[in-house]
């Protein structure tokens, strides 16, 4: 059974870094066979549904899993690909418009709502920020980043997982710290009811 997308990106958990690194692979190769009829190849090779092979696509732009050049590549294949069925590109145009401005958006904040709800499960689970940053490929900072926004915004995550995160964060406080953080998730917790 081919692989769909949520799938295939499941089979990364906790490994962000190697899955953008695998569609980036999947991408560059995309935009350098001259077959305008990869759509076919790239499904069969990889055993992948032809959504999934979209997505994958979609998703290597947007991350940053690929350069701006093989970006630039890859809507040009796709604009000779619509042209040969359709004769009109302006709508292929149009999407890498949106994902070139989406592929900007994620540099400033790289991280998705699935990621963050599993950041903070790995994170209240145990593993250390930089343990999760380098499977990310991020920093430290923009881990304590995503924690802050999911401890901080209604519904992203359950009251359980906050009182988890909540738990481990003062634990691992030192005393004259940890009053400080106290008052922080009391803050929190405010926050998190409006």
Same mark, same amino acid.
Not at 45 to 52: A, F, L, Q, V, W
């Given at each position: 059974m081919p692989y769909t997308f949520e799938r295939l990106h499941a089979d990364y958990i906790g490994r962000e870094a190697k899955f953008r690194e695998y569609v980036g692979k999947i991408a560059t190769r995309y935009s350098e066979i001259p077959d305008v009829q990869a759509e076919k190849f790239f499904c069969k090779?990889?055993?992948?549904?032809?959504?999934?092979y979209h997505r994958i696509l979609e998703y290597a732009v947007i991350t940053g899993s690929v350069?701006?050049?093989?970006v630039d590549k890859m809507e040009?294949?796709?604009?000779?690909?619509?042209?040969?069925?359709? *004769?009109? %590109?302006?709508?292929?145009?149009?999407?890498?418009?949106?994902?070139?401005?989406e592929r900007i958006e994620f540099?400033?904040?790289?991280?998705?709502?699935? %990621?963050?709800? %599993?950041?903070?499960?790995?994170?209240?689970? *145990?593993? *250390?920020?930089?343990?999760?940053?380098?499977?990310? *490929?991020?920093?430290?900072?923009q881990i304590k980043l995503v924690l802050y926004k999911v401890c901080t915004t209604k519904g992203i995550i359950s009251d359980q997982l906050f009182k988890m995160i909540k738990n481990r964060?003062?634990?691992?406080?030192?005393?004259?710290?940890?009053?400080?953080?106290?008052?922080?998730?009391?803050?929190?917790?405010?926050?998190?009811?409006k």
């Open positions: 090779e990889y055993n992948i549904t032809k959504s999934c350069s701006n050049n093989t040009n294949k796709a604009c000779l690909n619509a042209r040969a069925h359709s *004769g009109k %590109d302006n709508r292929v145009q149009e999407h890498y418009v949106q994902l070139r401005k540099r400033k904040y790289p991280f998705f709502k699935r %990621d963050e709800k %599993d950041i903070a499960t790995f994170y209240a689970q *145990g593993q *250390g920020s930089a343990e999760i940053a380098k499977s990310y *490929g991020c920093t430290v900072k964060s003062l634990e691992e406080a030192e005393e004259e710290a940890r009053k400080k953080r106290e008052e922080q998730f009391k803050q929190y917790e405010k926050m998190r009811k």
